[in-house]
């Protein structure tokens, strides 16, 4: 069996002898894209309440969504859930940008200088592996148990993974392009600016999603021990007096939380990058 891809976008299947098969590949319209979108957790969430009104599950530890929204409405009522969402994404932004921004310059100077990536690529190496939430404790006895230990856990965790997709960006870069800038005298600020950095725009955007990713992560499992506030926290007190439309309310908040920022990124990429649009 054979496949060809003709001009016109059609994959032709040969099979010995056999009639020749052609398949299409048609992109789904803007339309029925979204109604799949929306469709799909709908019907979830429907197969989820119908499973709980029926007893099909134990409803103490899978209570009916619409329990679990009439309780996050409540929640958003009052003053208590807002301060959990607010510590949060204080320590997420905070903990962020603390790594990411370093990561960033870092990633540039090691894609571009063939010392420093010597020097730090091993660092790297060795260091990257380490479970994150390993080094609270440590965090802990430098800063304290205040807010520096968690700002620097979530940093550390973000760190890593926006330095390795920056430096591969720069890798990424048609010598070409560094060449032209380096013969026609760039000084290394221009290098730095407006060849490397545009240049490894897209694998940087896509490190610091998958940062942000991390980092929602991260602070849950953070909050859960490490704090007395705090969306991790309102999920595993509410777990430790069975509290379970709280602790359900809680993971809720933390998919809100990843839906916000996925969409931020989008509008960031878009801003950044808007040739990625034609």
Same mark, same amino acid.
């Given at each position: 069996?054979?496949?060809?891809? @003709?001009s016109n976008g059609t994959r032709t299947i040969e099979a010995g002898h056999a009639p020749t098969l052609k398949v299409r590949r048609r992109p789904l319209g803007r339309r029925v894209t979204l109604a799949l979108s929306i469709a799909s957790p709908v019907v979830l969430l429907l197969l989820? @309440?119908?499973?709980?009104?029926?007893?099909? =599950?134990?409803?103490?530890? !899978? /209570?009916? /969504?619409?329990? $679990? !929204?009439?309780?996050?409405?409540?929640?958003?009522?009052?003053? @208590?859930?807002?301060g959990h969402i607010g510590i949060s994404l204080s320590r997420i932004v905070i903990g962020f940008l603390i790594g990411a921004v370093p990561a960033v310059i870092l990633g540039l100077a090691m894609g571009l200088s063939a010392v420093i990536r010597a020097i730090v690529q091993p660092l790297v190496d060795a260091t990257f592996p380490v479970p994150k939430l390993a080094i609270l404790p440590l965090f802990i006895l430098i800063f304290g148990l205040g807010e520096g230990s968690k700002y620097m856990v979530l940093a550390v965790a973000v760190f890593f993974i926006v330095l390795v997709n920056t430096a591969a960006g720069v890798k990424a870069i048609d010598n070409t392009q560094l060449e032209v800038g380096a013969s026609f005298g760039a000084s290394r600020t221009m290098m730095f600016f407006d060849i490397a950095l545009p240049g490894a725009l897209p694998f940087i955007l896509s490190g610091l999603k998958l940062g942000m990713n991390v980092a929602l992560l991260v602070? $849950?499992? =953070?909050? !859960?021990?490490?704090?007395?506030?705090?969306?991790?926290y309102l999920i595993w007190n509410s777990w430790q $007096? !069975?509290? =379970? @439309?709280?602790?359900? $309310?809680?993971? +809720? +908040?933390?998919?809100?939380?990843?839906?916000?920022?996925?969409?931020?990124?989008? +509008?960031l990429e878009r801003i950044t990058m808007p040739w990625k649009r034609r």
């Open positions: 069996m054979s496949t060809a891809l @003709e989820w @309440e119908l499973a709980s009104r029926s007893g099909a =599950v134990d409803d103490r530890f !899978f /209570p009916a /969504p619409s329990g $679990v !929204f009439l309780a996050l409405a409540k929640g958003l009522l009052g003053t @208590e859930l807002w602070i $849950v499992a =953070v909050e !859960f021990t490490g704090a007395t506030s705090g969306i991790g $007096v !069975f509290k =379970v @439309e709280q602790m359900y $309310v809680g993971l +809720v +908040v933390t998919a809100l939380f990843g839906f916000g920022f996925a969409g931020l990124f989008a +509008v």
